[in-house]
Antibody, heavy 119, light 106 residues
Framework: QVQLQESGPGLVKPSGTLSLTCAVS?????????WSWVRQPPGKGLEWIGE???????NYNPSLKSRVTISVDKSKNQFSLKLSSVTAADTAVYYC????????????WGQGTLVTVSS | SSELTQDPAVSVALGQTVRITCQGD??????ASWYQQKPGQAPVLVIY???NRPSGIPDRFSGSSSGNTASLTITGAQAEDEADYYC?????????FGGGTKLTVL
């Protein structure tokens, strides 16, 4: 049973860089799946941030592409998110999730971690 | 990127059937997946592909698609089905979510 767990600072200063890690357990990050980050501002809907394959190939949401970097560490079975030049609008619960192979889906999801952008 | 449009809110009487829809051009090419999210919890996948349910999802949840519209149907809605529901699809840029539908079970 694959499980995902996000970790990282809960508070980031404006103009700083948000950094989160998603640890994968119960399965290998080198499987045939892609791995995604999704965020949800308080009281709002879900927004796909981007995805990575174990080879290092990535796809990003065009609206965030200039500020996002997703990387993978196969030795630690984890992948990471960096979002630069953050503002209050980046305050959200950040989730990591496994992508489907044949069909488009996200399952499972991590529990999510709230990141607040504030001075 | 493409957009997926959902009705913001839908209500259903206990035990009745409700359909939640999702519209978008990308749905002409890709199947939608559907997620249930309860307050303070991570989303849970309920439907993917043509009409597939992950293990543990009750068979009262079903999916369908026609043209640019995907639908999630709950047949015999239960009190525990009250939640936010999101559709998701691929598009030319990657992935996209609908704005979500808040389902109230009366």
């Amino acid at each position: 049973q694959v499980q995902l767990q996000e970790s990282g600072p809960g508070l980031v200063k404006p103009s700083g860089t948000l950094s989160l890690t998603c640890a994968v357990s119960g399965g290998s990050i080198s499987s045939s799946n892609w791995w995604s980050w999704v965020r949800q501002p308080p009281g709002k809907g879900l927004e796909w941030i981007g995805e990575i394959y174990h080879s290092g190939s990535t796809n990003y949401n065009p609206s965030l592409k200039s500020r996002v970097t997703i990387s993978v560490d196969k030795s630690k079975n984890q992948f990471s998110l960096k979002l630069s030049s953050v503002t209050a609008a980046d305050t959200a619960v950040y989730y990591c999730a496994r992508d489907g192979v044949t069909y488009n889906w996200f399952d499972p999801w991590g529990q999510g971690t709230l990141v607040t952008v504030s001075s | 990127s493409s957009e997926l449009t959902q009705d913001p809110a839908v209500s259903v009487a206990l035990g009745q059937t409700v359909r939640i829809t999702c519209q978008g051009d990308s749905l002409r090419s890709y199947y939608a997946s559907w997620y249930q999210q309860k307050p303070g919890q991570a989303p849970v996948l309920v439907i993917y592909g043509k009409n597939n349910r992950p293990s543990g999802i009750p068979d009262r949840f079903s999916g369908s698609s026609s043209g640019n519209t995907a639908s999630l149907t709950i047949t015999g809605a239960q009190a525990e089905d009250e939640a936010d529901y999101y559709c998701n699809s691929r598009d030319s840029s990657g992935k996209v979510f609908g704005g979500g539908t808040k389902l109230t079970v009366l």
